[in-house]
Nanobody
Framework: QVQLVESGGGLVQAGDSLRLSCTASGRTFSRYSMGWFRQAPGKEREFVAAIGWRDTYYRDSVKGRFTISRDNAKNTVYVQMNSLKPEDTAVYYC???????????????WGQGTQVTVSS
């Protein structure tokens, strides 16, 4: 069982930056691939970024602006979000999976989410 807790969301202006963190319980964090997803009101949950042992994946709209990273010693995965846009507004979720994937169904464990709001 893995429990995930996100933090770092907030209200920012377009062009600003935020760093989201997700800390996992347990001693097997390094065995999991980690993903970030987001869900805006009235929309489906969508993939943002994922990281395995070395590989990283991003949705096209965040490439060059978002960077996912992990610190296995701290059981934490991050996503650094730069040049934020109003369309990045959503609840952001982190998730853990034994396989690296870009679809929500791949992931077994989910955090509670953190709100990111970008004003224009």
């Amino acid at each position: 069982q893995v429990q995930l807790v996100e933090s770092g969301g907030g209200l920012v202006q377009a062009g600003d930056s935020l760093r989201l963190s997700c800390t996992a319980s347990g001693r097997t964090f390094s065995r999991y691939s980690m993903g970030w997803f987001r869900q805006a009101p009235g929309k489906e949950r969508e993939f943002v970024a994922a990281i395995g042992w070395r590989d990283t994946y991003y949705r096209d709209s965040v490439k060059g602006r978002f960077t996912i990273s992990r610190d296995n010693a701290k059981n934490t995965v991050y996503v650094q979000m730069n040049s934020l846009k109003p369309e990045d507004t959503a609840v952001y979720y982190c998730a853990a999976s034994v396989v690296l994937g870009t679809t929500p169904i791949t992931y077994e464990y989910w955090g509670q989410g953190t709100q990111v709001t970008v004003s224009s």
